[in-house]
């Protein structure tokens, strides 16, 4: 799928980034990252952003809203359904060095 993104960098002065273990709530946000080295810079490397809208009884996000491209409205999708350009399907990636770096990143309200 073509989808022209353009990514504005989420304002997140006012969330705290919390570890993958932690309970995800409605109303957090997601950053979708698509590393290529270990040491990359996140601005770099993110692709996409979206708010939680549905969990499920394990308290997993289920459902987000965000805009897949410049020319569509607010869509509600699994957070794992994007497309390939905005991010992979697996939660992290090991580079060679050991490093693991994630590529869906949950943030909530300070």
Do not use: C
Request: proline fraction near 7%; charge should be neutral.
């Amino acid at each position: 799928m073509g989808n022209t993104k353009i990514v504005f960098f989420p304002d997140l002065s006012n969330y705290r980034e919390f570890p993958n273990n932690e309970a995800v709530q409605v109303g957090d946000k997601i950053s979708y990252y698509k590393w290529t080295y270990s040491d990359q810079n996140s601005q770099s490397a993110i692709t996409h952003s979206a708010t939680v809208t549905k969990v499920d009884a394990n308290v997993y996000a289920t459902e987000v809203s965000s805009k897949m491209g410049e020319s569509y409205g607010i869509i509600y999708h699994h957070p794992r359904d994007i497309p390939e350009s905005y991010g992979v399907a697996p939660p992290s990636v090991k580079f060679p060095d050991g490093t693991v770096r994630y590529n869906r990143v949950y943030y909530r309200p300070k």
